[in-house]
């Protein structure tokens, strides 16, 4: 049977089975229907048993499928089977099954040969299992030796980073076309840890998927309709069983729009958590609205949050909190900002509504954005980017004597040289402690460009300060046109840890 062919006879199944679903009675079986011998497997059932599902199927799963009693009850089965691994049960695409289909029918294109579909061969196998990998390499020598066999070209595919904690953080695959057909078969597989390298069972990998469904089971929204949630926080009610701190940055957008970084902090303690398997994991969702002075909504995101610690890292995050960032473009006419954090695990709700002022940008005048303040340590708190815009790590203005303070921010409309095209500025650093001068830090020269916005970076050791409240005041001086512009941001410098 052609793959075309199988296809549609998969396709018939699921007409059939839908149909016969529809006209059957629910209820408890009857004993004429226990008595029953269980069905023999259709080719229809066992093509997607074999040809669609066999890599993400459980052992226990198949068992009981080739067990039901009847057609129909596979049918179900199979309807239930995707619906449990719907990532977001509330929208009305299965992601996890458009995934997996997508990988299946890129398999197919791109590792085919030979008369061999490509999701059947080595590639095709892993590619589905874990999607594209982080870098391939190609080696199209051949060689062929008194003492060694003839080989054909090599692929060596490299996977870091990977999401499910069952698995490895670094995996090499290396797959080898042994008769130079194009048809590639497994070599080996390995495990890289630290400079050492072990074998890796590649079934495994079988579990990757199996996660994606725990978890899908673990962090299901108790608010189904997120029509809810808009509606909680349309109504300007707060709700604080779920402390929110928040801080936002402006910084220049597109036309007269202006870019918005928002990092938001909430307590491990107000949060409830879920034991999967050894791993403790949090299922937050976050709602962000921006309205105007009407009241007219002009900015609205939702995002959920997951993500998982283990036992030794619960016990040391315990006491601190969990940072979300996320960035909004609006308009200047953005009054207030309303926040709300939904607790999945326990329907806790804590909402934030607040007036804000955002700065218009689109002068001919010299202008700064605020000060961004990020350390240079690695982050003891799970860090959730939420957009694909520009982020970044770290944000704090809370500092350990002994730690870098990583200072950005950009400047606008600087004034071009006519004859050259180029700006020129400079910028110098004040620290004040209680409207006090401490320390002036010219910056070097900033090299010219044709830009007429700029972003300034620079980072300053900390080793000096005592604990106290401090202020960096950052100064832009425009050589072509003579203006200059400031900007402020409070920081803390703190006791070192014990």
Not at 295 to 323: A, C, L, M, P
Request: proline share 5%; aromatic share 12%; net charge negative.
């Amino acid at each position: 049977m052609t793959r075309k062919n199988s296809l549609s006879a998969i396709f018939l199944l699921f007409f059939l089975v839908s149909f016969s679903f529809l006209n059957t009675v629910s209820g408890q079986e009857s004993p004429q229907t226990k008595k029953k011998k269980a069905e023999p497997l259709s080719e229809w059932s066992k093509q997607w048993l074999e040809e669609v599902v066999p890599y993400i199927i459980t052992s226990t799963e198949k068992e009981i499928f080739i067990n039901l009693p009847t057609e129909v009850e596979r049918g179900k089965f199979i309807i239930n089977f995707w619906k449990k691994r719907d990532p977001l049960p509330e929208t009305p695409e299965n992601e996890f099954k458009q995934d997996y289909y997508k990988r299946v029918a890129l398999a197919n294109k791109f590792f085919g040969g030979s008369g061999i579909d490509g999701w059947r061969t080595d590639r095709g196998k892993i590619y589905i299992l874990l999607g594209p990998p982080s870098e391939i390499q190609r080696d199209f020598s051949t060689s062929e030796t008194s003492f060694t066999a003839f080989h054909g070209p090599k692929e060596t595919w490299n996977y870091w980073g990977l999401s499910n904690p069952r698995l490895p953080y670094n995996l090499e695959f290396t797959f080898v076309d042994k008769f130079g057909t194009g048809s590639y078969v497994l070599e080996r597989s390995i495990n890289l840890m630290e400079g050492m390298s072990e074998n890796f069972d590649i079934n495994a990998m079988h579990y990757h998927f199996d996660y994606m469904e725990i978890m899908a089971e673990a962090t299901r929204n108790p608010f189904e309709d997120m029509d809810k949630l808009k509606g909680i926080i349309r109504t300007q009610v707060s709700y604080d069983r779920i402390p929110i701190e928040y801080d936002l940055f402006c910084l220049k957008g597109e036309g007269t729009r202006a870019y918005v970084p928002l990092v938001i902090e909430i307590p491990y303690s107000a949060l409830t958590q879920k034991e999967i398997e050894g791993k403790y994991y949090f299922s937050l969702t976050l709602v962000v609205n921006v309205s105007n002075k009407l009241g007219q909504i002009i900015y609205e995101r939702s995002k959920d949050i997951n993500f998982s610690h283990t036992s030794d890292e619960i016990e040391f995050v315990k006491d601190q909190t969990i940072q979300a960032q996320t960035a909004m473009s609006v308009e200047v006419d953005a009054h207030k900002i309303h926040l709300l954090v939904l607790d999945n695990f326990s329907g806790k709700v804590g909402t934030s509504h607040q007036e804000i002022s955002v700065p218009k940008f689109s002068s001919e005048e010299l202008s700064l954005s605020d000060i961004i303040f990020t350390s240079g340590r690695k982050s003891e708190e799970k860090e959730v980017t939420l957009s694909e815009e520009k982020t970044f790590a770290g944000i704090t203005d809370t500092f350990r004597p002994d730690e870098e303070l990583n200072v950005y921010l950009e400047a606008y409309n600087l004034t071009l040289n006519p004859e050259t095209g180029s700006n020129s500025f400079r910028v110098e650093y004040s620290f004040l402690q209680d409207g006090k001068l401490l320390a002036k830090v010219p910056s070097p020269q900033a090299e010219s460009t044709a830009e007429k916005d700029c972003r300034i970076q620079i980072s300053f050791k900390l080793k000096n300060f005592k604990p106290g409240e401090y202020v960096l005041r950052a100064k832009v001086s425009d050589s072509n046109s003579g203006k200059t512009a400031t900007r402020e941001r409070h920081f803390t410098v703190t006791h070192l840890s014990p």
